[in-house]
């Protein structure tokens, strides 16, 4: 296949990649990436390279960018490289942009005018390759320059470029599904093609579509029923077999298809029973992609509407996945039963120690899609202990963005299912102190809204009793020294807000506690903030309730720090604070409200209350405001403005470098005079200043009003409606109340926000409730399914040994076709050892068959071998690794020598086939010849005992 | 979808990368320095895929070569699974028994081969003998091309003489 002829680099790249591989630590590798970069530079801006040395430049730039330098200055001549007519130097120049160029490049614009004629060209291959860079380079702006051709493209007869073109359509709808809505039927057009690979590939964009709009494709059921029927009967060639699995990925695309149109679709489903069962009962679970297409069963019997049958078979596979020993299947077990316990939610039951024994499995990802599942089986009778463990878990981590994931889901399954108020609050205070400030802030708000408005039940007495239990256990919290901000806020708005609602605390106390989380916590703006609100809602309950106000000394003097702050925020807060005290008890409870945090606010659009003053201002000969849309000067610049929006809208590409927005104003009057919409200015270029001044006093005029409302005008955008401006020194009072109810805004945003959280959850809720009615006795309840593996882990241990015994002969007889299978092997030895893959092998042709043999005897020499064979793992792996599949190498010396004598010691018998088989599957001897030049070109005796100058190259 | 793929070595070191969604150069780096600190240092029996960003890394290790491809949540991670050994398969069929050699000097090559694989984030062609056809397709019009500028300038060059 002439691959080994591909080392036609020059010494200098081989050099530069063997001094990479060399390099001893990250500081030496930068170093010599660096002296190349320089290198490059030099050398790429010199004039008339010859193509070749110019692709071997684009292709070290590629090597370069892929070590995560910057090849920026390069990318220019990746371009030009496509436009070359070779098909070798235009080929590396497409992938060399397809892997430099994100879609929103600006050099894009310079490749579509060749992507545009590559693509009418009559060599296939170039058209493949200009189709691939269309898939990764075609943004939303430029799909319109080459949609027309890809659309012709459809009807290639290349089955690879009609793929292709399948492909980059796909990627159009993407990207902008209405630049190609229009063409939808092309998709199903495709799906009838001669070829299994275009049909193939056109379930990509089918799939997409159907998920997008379930409804317009009810009509291709049957189509795709029987697709899939052909399919697994093994209609199509045996080159789409994998594993002995008919076209599996094919396969696969149709029942993620069919799981979408079954959804909740009896009629539809009652298409699929047959053929799915079928592939239940013909998928063969022994290798890794018969459980592939297995596990896209469950997932499609979970999703249609369901069947008594398949959920049986469909039981029946996760229990074998739960059974197992690969990890790898245990995983796809959980998941799976996470999807189906939705429907029938009795088979949790048989497997809750399996669930547990993955729940305590070291294996971090297993853990975590355990939680995954008790996060969806999570009812009122178990939510402690798991959201307990989660919390726990989620000590434990120190991944971010899990920790936060978790943090959430802890939160919403506390809100949800909360035993009982104590509870909630002390789950919430233990998540926020562990996940401090990863907790997402709006958590934050809701937690504060619940506390707020309650449970919901109109019990106004729990209600309190949730609150006065939570000033309490936060006043509690505020003892430990270094709480995260989100907490914080949390903790002051309570505080704020409810700490003397009970009367358990004086006013006295929480000040002083809400001054000392000021002082502690002084860098923190936010945390300020709410301690300023939740003083000032103090003070303020206290004068409304006619109490004496007795000001702290401490928070007299950090109000006095407020006062000088440097935030603004702060600042307002402070003098707010010290207006709200001066005030009387009734102009008080006006502004403050107590408890009301849940109160809608109702925002006066119109300005209704400024009426009287506005009567009052005309009747004093004010002018009366004129809407924006009627004042006729405004009419004219608005509309110019948007004009030129337009023009910048249409042309992509404009970046308004040469906005005139000064003689706008100055070409109304010849617009005025001529009265034509396409006025094109043509401002002396000189003094465009001076007549804007100039034409200033003519506006007036042409207005009709005061000069300096029309100034105004003239500067509208940037400083607001002059007219406003007696509104905004009343509207103060508006904005005050919305200030100090900063929280209630927030509280207001967080409304929605939750409601949204609330409807995507309430599908789940609904089933919950299912599940609640129909699971009572399921999991046996929260205690039981803890206590469970406390009192019966020996049971489950025991069990899960006989299980491990009674597959242990199974699998041992599955294997014992290759005698290879051990426990020390790496676990991809164990998986490509498996049947199937030497028995693929054996279907395809005789020699396979000899290497299949070969490699399990080579396989077992290592094994058997010399203890020297955990030395070199790396490199025995890799022999042995490929041994399965395909095997053979025909520098096998080179490997040898690398490795250990053991191998190189191989039995005459087994070398003898060997060479046979190289010859026979590469009649090129040749090309090992070059590859052994090389590594001796580069300064390495191939054969040598000395493995270690390998280990540096190989990285 | 796929998002990325990534070679890495056992070592850490980068052998080839494809970026399916949108990374700027910086997030890559930060992506590879993540990974491969989370993956590399897994042990040999656990699961091959690890959560990372909401999204799932599916990882199989050849040799001291780890192949990871990171997918979305409800993605067939088995599926995947069978995809990388698909392209393994592929690059071993192309490169007659392949090592991480082969790749660390031809990762062009691995490169077009990936492209013929998957497009766009997708498997293109679940035939592996269609994709080495095409490969060796391509392959062969580079080496008549090259025959040809070589004849060419060989008769340029003996005309000038």
Same mark, same amino acid.
């Given at each position: +296949?002439?691959?080994?002829?591909?080392?036609?680099?020059?010494?200098? %790249?081989?050099?530069?990649?063997?001094?990479?591989?060399?390099?001893?630590?990250?500081?030496?590798?930068?170093r010599?990436?660096?002296?190349e970069?320089?290198?490059?530079?030099?050398?790429?801006?010199?004039?008339d390279?010859?193509?070749?040395k110019?692709?071997?430049? &684009?292709?070290?730039?590629?090597?370069i960018?892929?070590?995560? =330098?910057?090849?920026?200055?390069?990318?220019?001549?990746?371009v030009?490289?496509?436009?070359?007519?070779?098909?070798?130097?235009?080929?590396?120049?497409?992938?060399?942009?397809?892997? %430099?160029?994100?879609?929103?490049?600006?050099?894009i614009?310079?490749?579509?005018?060749?992507?545009?004629k590559?693509?009418?060209?009559?060599?296939? $291959?170039?058209?493949?390759?200009?189709?691939n860079?269309?898939?990764?380079?075609?943004?939303?702006? !430029?799909?319109?320059?080459?949609?027309?051709?890809?659309?012709?493209?459809?009807?290639?007869?290349k089955?690879?470029?009609?793929?292709?073109?399948?492909?980059?359509?796909?990627?159009?709808?993407?990207?902008?599904? /209405?630049?190609?809505?229009?063409?939808?039927?092309?998709?199903?057009?495709?799906?009838?093609?001669?070829?299994p690979?275009?049909?193939?590939?056109?379930?990509?964009?089918?799939?997409?579509?159907?998920?997008?709009?379930?409804n317009?494709?009810?009509? $291709?059921?049957i189509?795709?029923?029987?697709?899939?029927?052909?399919?697994?009967? #093994?209609? $199509?060639s045996?080159?789409?077999?994998?594993?002995q699995?008919?076209?599996?990925?094919?396969?696969?695309?149709?029942?993620?298809?069919?799981?979408?149109?079954?959804?909740?679709?009896?009629?539809?489903s009652?298409?699929?029973?047959?053929?799915?069962?079928?592939?239940?009962?013909k998928c063969?679970?022994?290798?890794?992609?018969?459980?592939?297409?297995?596990?896209?069963?469950?997932?499609?019997?979970?999703?249609?509407?369901?069947?008594?049958?398949?959920?049986?078979?469909?039981?029946?596979?996760?229990?074998?996945?739960?059974?197992?020993?690969?990890?790898?299947?245990?995983?796809?077990?959980?998941?799976?039963?996470? #999807?189906?316990?939705?429907?029938?939610?009795?088979?949790?039951?048989?497997?809750?120690?399996?669930?547990?024994?993955?729940?305590?499995?070291?294996?971090?990802?297993?853990?975590?899609?355990?939680?995954?599942?008790?996060?969806?089986?999570?009812?009122?009778?178990?939510?402690?202990?798991?959201?307990?463990?989660?919390?726990?878990?989620?000590?434990? &981590?120190s991944?971010?963005?899990?920790?936060?994931?978790?943090a959430s889901?802890?939160?919403?399954?506390?809100?949800?299912?909360?035993? /009982?108020?104590?509870?909630?609050?002390?789950?919430?205070n233990?998540?926020?102190?562990?996940a401090?400030?990863?907790?997402n802030?709006?958590?934050?708000?809701?937690?504060?809204?619940?506390?707020?408005?309650?449970?919901?039940?109109?019990?106004?007495?729990?209600d309190?009793?949730?609150r006065s239990s939570?000033?309490?256990?936060?006043?509690?919290?505020?003892?430990?020294? @270094?709480?995260?901000?989100?907490?914080?806020?949390?903790?002051?708005?309570?505080?704020?807000?409810?700490?003397?609602?009970?009367?358990?605390?004086?006013?006295?106390?929480?000040?002083g506690?809400?001054?000392?989380?000021?002082?502690?916590?002084?860098?923190?703006?936010?945390?300020?903030?709410?301690?300023? !609100?939740?003083?000032?809602? &103090?003070?303020?309950?206290?004068?409304?309730?006619?109490?004496?106000?007795?000001?702290?000394?401490?928070?007299?003097?950090?109000?006095?720090?407020?006062l000088?702050?440097h935030?603004?925020?702060l600042?307002?807060?402070?003098?707010?604070?010290?207006?709200?005290?001066?005030?009387d008890?009734?102009?008080?409870?006006?502004?403050?409200?107590?408890d009301?945090?849940?109160?809608?606010?109702?925002?006066?659009?119109?300005?209704?209350?400024?009426?009287?003053?506005?009567?009052?201002?005309?009747e004093?000969?004010a002018?009366?405001?004129?809407?924006?849309?009627?004042?006729s000067?405004?009419?004219?610049?608005?509309?110019?403005?948007?004009?030129? =929006?337009?023009?910048?809208?249409?042309?992509g590409?404009r970046?308004?470098?040469?906005?005139?927005p000064?003689?706008?104003?100055?070409?109304?009057?010849?617009?005025?005079?001529?009265?034509?919409?396409?006025i094109?200015?043509?401002?002396?270029? +000189?003094?465009?200043?001076?007549?804007?001044?100039?034409?200033?006093?003519?506006?007036?005029?042409?207005?009709?009003?005061?000069?300096?409302?029309?100034?105004?005008?003239?500067?509208?955008?940037?400083?607001?409606?002059?007219?406003?401006?007696?509104?905004?020194?009343?509207?103060?009072? !508006?904005?005050?109340?919305?200030?100090?109810? !900063?929280?209630?805004g927030d509280?207001?945003?967080?409304?929605s926000?939750m409601?949204?959280?609330?409807?995507?959850r309430?599908?789940?809720v609904?089933?919950?409730?299912e599940?609640q009615?129909?699971?009572?006795?399921?999991?046996?309840?929260?205690?039981?399914?803890?206590k469970?593996?406390?009192?019966?882990?020996?049971?489950?241990?025991? /069990?899960?040994?006989?299980?491990?015994?009674?597959?242990?002969?199974?699998?041992?007889?599955?294997v014992?076709?290759?005698?290879?299978?051990s426990?020390?092997?790496?676990?991809?030895?164990?998986?490509?050892?498996?049947p199937?893959?030497?028995?693929?092998?054996?279907?395809?042709?005789?020699?396979?068959?000899?290497e299949?043999?070969?490699?399990?005897?080579?396989?077992?020499?290592?094994?058997?071998?010399?203890?020297a064979?955990?030395?070199?793992?790396?490199?025995?792996?890799l022999?042995?690794?490929?041994?399965?599949?395909?095997?053979? @190498?025909?520098?096998?010396?080179l490997?040898s020598?690398?490795?250990?004598?053991?191998?190189?010691n191989?039995?005459?018998?087994?070398?003898?086939?060997?060479v046979t088989?190289?010859?026979?599957?590469r009649?090129?001897?040749?090309?090992?010849?070059?590859?052994?030049?090389?590594?001796?070109?580069?300064?390495?005796?191939?054969?040598?005992?000395?493995p270690?100058?390998?280990?540096?190259?190989?990285? | 979808?796929?998002?990325?793929?990534?070679?890495?070595s056992?070592q850490?070191?980068?052998?080839l990368? *494809?970026?399916?969604?949108?990374?700027?150069? *910086?997030?890559?780096?930060?992506?590879?320095?993540?990974?491969?600190?989370?993956?590399?240092?897994?042990?040999? *029996?656990?699961?091959?895929?690890?959560?990372?960003?909401?999204?799932?890394?599916?990882?199989?290790?050849?040799?001291?070569?780890?192949?990871?491809?990171?997918?979305?949540?409800?993605?067939?991670?088995?599926?995947?699974?069978?995809?990388?050994?698909?392209?393994?398969?592929?690059?071993?069929?192309?490169?007659?028994?392949?090592?991480?050699?082969?790749?660390?000097?031809?990762?062009?090559?691995?490169?077009?081969?990936?492209?013929?694989?998957?497009?766009?984030?997708?498997?293109?062609?679940?035939?592996?003998?269609?994709?080495?056809?095409?490969?060796?397709?391509?392959?062969?019009?580079?080496?008549?091309?090259k025959?040809q500028?070589?004849?060419?300038?060989?008769?340029?060059?003996?005309?000038? *003489?």
């Amino acid at each position: +296949m002439g691959s080994q002829g591909g080392f036609y680099q020059s010494k200098e %790249f081989l050099d530069l990649v063997k001094s990479i591989g060399e390099a001893r630590s990250k500081a030496e590798e930068d170093r010599i990436v660096l002296n190349e970069i320089e290198t490059l530079k030099r050398r790429i801006s010199e004039p008339d390279i010859p193509k070749r040395k110019m692709k071997e430049y &684009i292709i070290r730039l590629v090597y370069i960018e892929m070590l995560g =330098h910057d090849a920026s200055f390069g990318y220019i001549h990746a371009v030009k490289m496509t436009h070359d007519d070779s098909l070798l130097v235009k080929r590396t120049g497409y992938l060399a942009v397809t892997l %430099f160029l994100n879609e929103d490049h600006d050099l894009i614009i310079l490749i579509v005018n060749t992507i545009q004629k590559d693509l009418k060209s009559d060599n296939y $291959l170039v058209v493949c390759a200009a189709l691939n860079a269309v898939c990764k380079l075609i943004n939303e702006e !430029t799909i319109p320059a080459v949609l027309p051709q890809v659309m012709e493209l459809l009807a290639h007869p290349k089955e690879a470029v009609r793929k292709k073109a399948i492909m980059a359509l796909h990627r159009f709808y993407q990207k902008s599904p /209405s630049s190609v809505s229009h063409l939808v039927s092309n998709f199903r057009k495709r799906l009838c093609d001669n070829d299994p690979g275009v049909m193939g590939a056109t379930l990509c964009p089918l799939f997409e579509l159907i998920a997008r709009d379930v409804n317009s494709y009810k009509d $291709l059921v049957i189509n795709f029923v029987s697709i899939l029927k052909q399919v697994a009967e #093994r209609r $199509l060639s045996k080159a789409y077999d994998c594993h002995q699995m008919p076209a599996p990925f094919i396969q696969i695309k149709l029942l993620k298809i069919l799981a979408l149109l079954g959804s909740g679709d009896k009629q539809a489903s009652e298409n699929m029973y047959t053929v799915v069962g079928d592939i239940f009962r013909k998928c063969d679970s022994s290798s890794n992609i018969g459980n592939a297409v297995l596990y896209e069963c469950i997932c499609c019997v979970s999703s249609i509407y369901p069947n008594p049958k398949l959920l049986e078979s469909a039981a029946d596979v996760i229990s074998r996945f739960l059974k197992s020993d690969s990890h790898n299947l245990k995983y796809m077990g959980i998941d799976a039963l996470g #999807r189906l316990i939705k429907i029938s939610p009795e088979i949790a039951e048989q497997h809750q120690l399996a669930v547990i024994d993955c729940l305590e499995d070291p294996d971090d990802t297993l853990k975590r899609k355990t939680f995954e599942l008790l996060y969806k089986m999570t009812k009122s009778t178990n939510v402690e202990v798991i959201v307990d463990r989660m919390i726990d878990y989620m000590i434990s &981590i120190s991944d971010n963005h899990y920790k936060t994931e978790i943090a959430s889901r802890c939160v919403e399954l506390a809100e949800q299912f909360a035993p /009982s108020n104590q509870w909630f609050i002390q789950t919430m205070n233990r998540v926020f102190e562990h996940a401090g400030d990863l907790v997402n802030i709006k958590v934050a708000h809701s937690l504060m809204r619940l506390i707020a408005e309650g449970f919901g039940e109109d019990d106004d007495n729990a209600d309190s009793k949730l609150r006065s239990s939570a000033v309490e256990s936060y006043l509690r919290i505020l003892g430990e020294p @270094k709480l995260p901000s989100v907490f914080l806020q949390v903790i002051c708005w309570v505080l704020g807000e409810y700490g003397t609602a009970d009367g358990m605390f004086s006013a006295s106390d929480i000040t002083g506690k809400l001054c000392d989380v000021a002082e502690a916590y002084s860098n923190d703006e936010t945390v300020k903030a709410y301690a300023t !609100t939740a003083l000032m809602k &103090i003070y303020a309950f206290e004068i409304a309730a006619h109490r004496k106000v007795d000001m702290l000394p401490e928070c007299q003097s950090l109000m006095e720090e407020l006062l000088a702050s440097h935030s603004t925020d702060l600042q307002q807060r402070a003098y707010e604070l010290q207006a709200v005290i001066g005030l009387d008890a009734h102009a008080v409870e006006c502004i403050m409200p107590s408890d009301a945090s849940c109160e809608d606010i109702e925002v006066d659009r119109d300005l209704s209350f400024l009426n009287d003053y506005i009567q009052e201002a005309i009747e004093k000969g004010a002018q009366p405001y004129i809407p924006e849309s009627e004042r006729s000067g405004m009419l004219n610049i608005s509309n110019f403005r948007n004009q030129d =929006h337009h023009e910048a809208s249409s042309h992509g590409l404009r970046f308004e470098a040469y906005e005139l927005p000064k003689p706008a104003v100055q070409s109304r009057i010849p617009q005025a005079l001529i009265a034509s919409t396409e006025i094109v200015p043509v401002p002396e270029p +000189m003094y465009p200043r001076e007549s804007y001044q100039t034409t200033m006093p003519s506006i007036p005029s042409d207005a009709g009003s005061a000069e300096l409302k029309l100034r105004l005008e003239g500067v509208q955008k940037k400083w607001g409606r002059p007219t406003y401006t007696p509104a905004t020194s009343t509207s103060n009072s !508006t904005s005050q109340k919305t200030v100090n109810g !900063t929280s209630q805004g927030d509280g207001a945003s967080t409304v929605s926000s939750m409601r949204e959280t609330y409807d995507s959850r309430k599908p789940q809720v609904e089933v919950s409730h299912e599940k609640q009615k129909l699971a009572a006795s399921l999991f046996g309840g929260s205690s039981k399914t803890e206590k469970r593996p406390a009192t019966g882990h020996k049971a489950a241990k025991a /069990s899960s040994h006989m299980v491990e015994k009674s597959h242990v002969p199974k699998s041992s007889m599955e294997v014992a076709s290759d005698k290879a299978a051990s426990a020390q092997q790496p676990p991809d030895l164990l998986d490509l050892g498996e049947p199937t893959a030497t028995s693929t092998a054996l279907q395809l042709d005789p020699f396979k068959q000899l290497e299949g043999l070969l490699d399990t005897t080579e396989v077992a020499s290592a094994v058997n071998g010399a203890p020297a064979a955990s030395i070199s793992p790396d490199i025995m792996a890799l022999y042995v690794d490929t041994a399965a599949g395909i095997h053979n @190498k025909n520098d096998a010396d080179l490997l040898s020598g690398l490795s250990n004598p053991s191998v190189t010691n191989m039995p005459g018998t087994t070398a003898m086939p060997q060479v046979t088989q190289s010859s026979s599957k590469r009649p090129n001897p040749k090309d090992s010849l070059e590859k052994d030049a090389l590594v001796r070109q580069m300064g390495v005796n191939p054969s040598s005992q000395n493995p270690n100058l390998f280990k540096d190259l190989l990285g | 979808m796929i998002h990325f793929v990534l070679l890495i070595s056992r070592q850490g070191k980068v052998r080839l990368t *494809k970026w399916y969604s949108p990374y700027s150069q *910086k997030e890559r780096t930060k992506v590879i320095r993540e990974l491969s600190g989370l993956i590399l240092t897994r042990g040999p *029996k656990l699961c091959n895929f690890v959560e990372w960003r909401g999204l799932r890394v599916v990882y199989k290790r050849y040799a001291s070569l780890y192949f990871c491809m990171c997918i979305d949540e409800d993605d067939n991670e088995l599926e995947i699974l069978e995809i990388i050994h698909h392209y393994v398969e592929v690059l071993d069929r192309y490169f007659g028994s392949v090592c991480e050699l082969d790749l660390i000097y031809n990762f062009h090559k691995a490169y077009f081969i990936l492209d013929e694989l998957l497009i766009a984030g997708e498997l293109q062609e679940p035939s592996k003998r269609t994709v080495t056809r095409l490969v060796a397709a391509q392959d062969s019009l580079v080496e008549t091309a090259k025959e040809q500028t070589s004849s060419i300038t060989n008769i340029i060059a003996q005309a000038a *003489k």
